[in-house]
C-alpha cells in the first residue's frame, strides 16, 4: 500500500506515512507490525453508541476518491470502513492478528471458491445491497469497475496487480490487448476473462492467484461501479456510495469534505461496518503540529476527532498524563526509501555512491527516533514473511562517507555531481530528516538540491510523470497483503507500470528484463519458501542495481480526542484508526 497497498500498496514516512501507498496498498503485513500500540494490547472496547460528528484532522489531501484508483493505506481504510464496499473485507475492529487478516464476506455470500489451482475465481452477489440511489448492486457493476484499471491513459495512480493476472492476450510492447471501458479496444477478450451468470462472477486469470480474495479484502481496485456513473478522470473526486455513508456535496480538494448517512444502506445486511457517528467530517490542509496541538487541547469538536498525523518530536513532552492516555504507538507496515531515477542516472557507481551516502540514522533520528522511526535494510517490511535483511545495509544505518567519494570518483562523473531531491514536505522533523540527507550527499561529493512538493499538491502524481527531472525520488510503501509478491512487482515490474503517460508505482523508471523473468517465476512457484527464496534474489538483483535506497520502517504515533471511545486501530493492512468501530461519548 507507494505507498497497498496497497495499490496496496501504492498502501504505505513518519513525517508523511499516514499517505503512503498501501498497499496499502497502504497495504501492510499479518504480524506485529500493523497491530496494536507496540506497548501493549489494543485499547479496551466499551458498548458502542451512535450519534455525534466525528471529526479527521488530516494534513495530506486526499489525491483519489475513485475506488479503481485510491491506493493511499489510509483512503483505502477509511473509504472502505464508509462508501465503498466489496466481495470481502477484513472484519472491523479485530484485536487479534489472525482475525484481522482473515477475509470476511461483505457483498459476497462467501469468500470466493477458487478452482483447483486457484486460476479462477468465483463470487456469488448477496440479495438486497444497493447504491445510495436505491438501485441495486449487480454483479456487472463489479465486472465494471475492475474494467476501469485498463484504462491506464486515464484511471492512474491506482493498483494496477490485475493487468499482470487476469487472462488477456499481451501486446506487442507486453501490456494488455484490452485497452479499457473507453475505447472498447479488445472489449471481447476482456468479456471472455471475467462473466457475469445472474449474480455470480467469475474472473480467469493467466496464472494461478491463491491469495486474490486478500487482494481484494486489501485494495478498493476489484470494487464495483455503476457505469452510468462514470465520468473517467472527472469521476477522481467524486463518490457514488454503496456503504454506510455518502458525501454531503462536492469534496474540497484543499479543505476536504462531510460525510453523512446513507438511507439506501442497510445495517442488518451489513454486519461489519457499525457507522456509529452520525456523520464524520475530514479536514484536511492542518499542519502536522497544528493538528496535534488541538488534539492536545481537547477543546471542543476537537475532543470528537482522531488523525493519522504523528506526534512530532517537538510535541513529545507535551505527551504526559491524561494526554498520554490518549496516544497510541504502534509499529507500521510502511517502509520508506529512495528511488533513482534511471532516466537520468545511468551510472550504477553514481547510484552506489547514492546508497552508500545515505544516513538513514540520521534520518531516522530528526523523524523522531525509536517512537517513530527505525533504519530499513531492505525495501520490504522486516515483519512480512519472507523478509531478509540486506548486508549492503548496516543495522546502525550510518553512512559510508569514504566509500561513497571513492565510487564517485570511479564514476568518472564531474564532480560536484548534481542531484534533486524530490520528497513532500512535512513536519518541522521531515524538514531536519532531508537536511540529514543532503548533509551526508553533499560529504560526499554529491551537489544536492532539496526540491520539497507541498502536500497539499499531489505528490503522487507529480512524481509518477515518467519526465520528471528528479534525480532521487521519496516513496513509501506497505505490502498490500502479507506477501513479498505485493511489495516487489508493484514496485518494479516494469511491463505493469512504465506507460507513455505514467510510470505506476516505479517512480524511478526502472526496467530489468532479468527481473521481470524473475518474478513471473516467483509468481507461480507454489511453494511458499521456495518462492520467499526466489523472491530474495530478485531483491537482491534490485539491490544490486540501486534500484532504491532503503531509508527507514515507520511507526505510528497517533493521539485521538478525550471523547472518542472504541478507538482501534485496524489489525489488517493498515493500522489506521478502524472507522468501522469507533463511536463517541454521548
Known sequence: MGTNRKRLVAAAASMVV???????????????????????????????TKGGTLYSLEQAVTEHLDPQRVYVGRDISNLGRTVYRSWVTFPAGATTEEEGATPVPDLATDTGTPNEDASQWQFTLKDGPKWQDGQPITCEDFKYGMSRTFATDV????????????????????????????????????????????????????????????????????????????????????????????????????????????????????TIRQANPDSIVFQIGIEAETVIDRLIADSGDDANAISTRNITPAQY?????????????????????????????????????LRLATNRAAYSGALGGDKASVPAQSIVNPNVPGYEADSLYSEDGNPDTEGAKQALEESGETLPYPIKLT??????????????????????????TLDGLDPSGPYYDTIQKPGSDSDLIWGGWGADWPSISTVIPPLFDSRINLTKNSNGQDYGNYKSDEVNSAIDAALVEPDIDTANGMWA????????????????NTKFYYLHGSNVENYVNSTSTSGYPDLGVISLKQ
Open 317 to 353: 513532552p507535551q505527551i504526559t498524563g491524561d494526554v498520554e492516555a490518549r496516544a497510541t504507538n504502534i509499529v507500521s507496515p510502511f517502509t520508506n526509501y529512495l528511488l533513482p531515477n534511471f532516466n537520468r542516472i545511468t551510472n550504477v557507481k553514481v547510484r552506489e555512491a
Open 537 to 552: 534474489d530478485v531483491n537482491q538483483q534490485l539491490s544490486d542495481d540501486v534500484a532504491y535506497i532503503a531509508l527507514d
Open 155 to 270: 484511471i492512474t495512480g491506482g493498483p494496477n496487480y490485475i493487468l499482470g493476472y487476469l487472462d488477456i492476450p499481451k501486446d506487442s510492447d507486453g501490456s494488455p490487448a484490452y485497452k479499457g471501458p473507453y475505447t472498447g479496444e479488445g472489449q471481447d477478450l476482456y468479456d471472455q476473462a471475467v462473466t457475469c451468470d445472474g449474480n455470480t462472477i467469475t474472473y480467469r486469470f493467466n496464472k494461478p492467484w491463491p491469495d486474490f480474495n486478500l487482494a481484494i479484502a486489501s485494495l478498493r481496485a476489484f470494487d464495483p461501479y455503476r457505469q452510468d456513473q462514470d465520468q473517467g478522470d472527472k469521476s477522481d473526486l467524486q463518490i457514488f456510495s454503496n456503504g454506510p455513508y455518502k458525501l454531503d456535496g462536492e469534496w474540497n480538494e484543499d479543505t476536504g469534505g462531510t460525510f453523512v448517512r446513507n438511507d439506501q444502506w442497510d445495517g442488518t445486511e451489513d
Open 18 to 48: 499516514a499517505v503512503g501507498l498501501a498497499g496499502c496498498g497502504g497495504g501492510g503485513s499479518d504480524s506485529e507490525s500493523n497491530s496494536g500500540p507496540s506497548e501493549g494490547a489494543q485499547p479496551e472496547r466499551t458498548e458502542a
Open 423 to 448: 520528497y513532500p514536505i512535512g513536519s518541522e522533523a521531515s524538514d531536519k530528516a532531508f537536511a540529514a540527507l543532503k548533509a551526508s550527499y553533499d560529504e560526499a561529493g554529491f551537489e544536492t
